[in-house]
């Protein structure tokens, strides 16, 4: 097993102190420091190829390798972000994560043509795919529905079963990247948050829809905040396996905030969802030995989500890993 940490340890998503310094090239040159210094040597970066999006235009625009486009700017080319890794210390990029939910802020921000949405998410995928084969990394991570919340507002139209089509839709999208990242050594993956289409059964059900060659990238502190057992999930799926996201929470969803517009930020019960890894409540040991028993030789990806202190979140995240998650019992 490999081990990596996720850029989405910073926050970039909400205001807060410092916002705009978080948005520049030498923030992100101080974290890669961090990174290494708390003995990282791979990381996993957020991609969004879209730019009309407010939010998108604004961390595009700066220093996050978040994209082609900002990677060719900011650090001259993917080639360029590689070596300057490396010469921090960082030997590999594990791959990058995509959300769908970038697609449907994009129309959101622009014509509200919700019929682009499919064409959007097989662009950004294929984006994705084209950057990876350049960075020379291997994974690319998708998240394939927005939140809950949202997609019932923008497509549900007042039917019922509206769900399935949706899906079936997103289904045809994903297997048609994983063919075309396939041709250049990409391999695609999905995510399930606790807010996402996927939730519960219905996971089960999509990966069904998906071609062998599909693998499941599971994220320990949503499925937790979903109700499963990160630990059985991980069992009943252990063949196909890729790039799986450590990191936790304490969070009870008891007003039902999965089926909101924006979960992630409640407007009741609980504010903070994710915690730094190890205040939590997720069995992070039990999950790390299951990967182990599964002999799983990809990622493991670490992240505090929302953390307070990003430097001291990676070297506690560091801590926690060699002398609690991967120590020997």
Request: proline share 4%.
């Amino acid at each position: 097993m490999r081990i990596a940490t996720s850029l989405e340890t910073v926050e970039l998503k909400s205001s807060g102190p410092s916002k705009l310094r978080l948005l520049s090239k030498g923030y992100w040159l101080e974290f890669f420091q961090w990174v290494a210094a708390a003995g990282f040597t791979a990381v996993e970066l957020p991609y969004n190829a879209f730019v009309n999006d407010p939010l998108a235009f604004e961390i595009g625009r700066c220093g996050v390798p978040i994209s082609l486009a900002a990677v060719n700017v900011k650090y001259g080319s993917p080639k360029g972000l590689r070596k300057m890794l490396a010469d921090f210390g960082i030997a590999d990029v594990t791959g990058v994560h995509v959300q769908a939910g970038d697609a449907l802020a994009e129309i959101m921000a622009t014509d509200g043509d919700t019929a682009r949405y499919f064409g959007l998410l097989e662009s950004a995928g294929r984006e994705a795919i084209g950057f990876l084969a350049d960075l020379g990394a291997t994974d690319l991570v998708l998240s394939p529905t927005p939140a809950r919340g949202l997609v019932e507002r923008f497509f549900a139209g007042g039917r019922d079963g509206w769900e399935a089509g949706f899906l079936d839709l997103t289904a045809a999208v994903v297997n048609k990247l994983a063919r075309e990242a396939k041709a250049k050594g990409v391999r695609v993956a999905v995510r399930d948050e606790f807010w996402s289409l996927l939730r519960g059964d219905a996971r089960d059900a999509f990966l069904a829809k998906l071609d062998k060659d599909v693998l499941y990238s599971p994220d320990l502190s949503h499925l937790a905040i979903a109700g499963a057992d990160p630990v059985a999930v991980m069992k009943k799926h252990k063949a196909r396996l890729a790039s799986v996201r450590f990191n936790d929470t304490k969070f009870t969803d008891a007003v039902g905030n999965w089926r909101t517009s924006h979960p992630e930020i409640p407007t009741q019960g609980a504010q903070r969802v994710f915690c730094d890894l190890g205040d939590g409540t997720v069995d992070l040991r039990g999950s790390y030995r299951a990967l182990q028993d599964a002999k799983y030789d990809g990622w493991a990806v670490f992240d505090s989500r929302m953390t307070l202190d990003v430097p001291r979140a990676l070297l506690r995240m560091r801590w926690r890993i060699d002398h609690s998650i991967a120590a020997k019992a």
